[in-house]
């Protein structure tokens, strides 16, 4: 019975870190590649199994290079606040140091570059991001891609 116990917490407590590991890489993506003309456009968003795919497939390779510009930011501007960046909107970057800059372009021109490889446009990757809020069937959706293809 001990171990069954211990099974199910462990099993429980995987589902917990991965739920909330998900919830923060797609959160942290929603910060650096959003835009503010997508409301608009967001409304009666198609998304195939393939595009959730694509989608899943670029946030997880994405997230490595995200937590790397973070952490090569985050050491140039020290005990600082790292402020929100956001890819498109060059201002966003107004306040880092120009190499903590260079970084941050570097960043964005490569997550781009990672998404387009991954058979999305900018638009189409940021028209999901913006909907998994709203789409309680889409964020199954793509959290249940991002476990199978992290499981892989």
Do not use: W
């Not at 991965?18 to 409304?43: C, D, P, R, Y």
């Not at 372009?105 to 028209?127: A, M, P, W």
């Amino acid at each position: 019975m001990k171990t069954i116990n211990n099974l199910f917490f462990q099993t429980s407590m995987h589902k917990r870190i991965t739920h909330n590991f998900l919830f923060g890489l797609i959160t942290a993506t929603t910060l650096v590649l959003s835009t503010l003309s997508l409301k608009a456009n967001a409304q009666n968003l198609s998304v195939n199994k393939n595009e959730i795919t694509s989608y899943a497939q670029a946030l997880l390779a994405i997230e490595p290079a995200r937590q790397q510009a973070f952490g090569a930011i985050k050491k140039i501007v020290g005990n600082e606040n790292v402020p929100k960046i956001v890819c498109n909107q060059p201002n966003s970057m107004n306040d880092l140091p120009n190499r903590a800059r260079d970084i941050a372009v570097n960043y964005c021109k490569q997550s781009q570059e990672i998404v387009e490889n991954h058979g999305l446009t900018i638009d189409k990757f940021n028209r999901i991001t913006m909907e998994i809020p709203k789409n309680n069937n889409l964020k199954q959706e793509i959290y249940e891609t991002l476990v199978r293809l992290q499981n892989k």
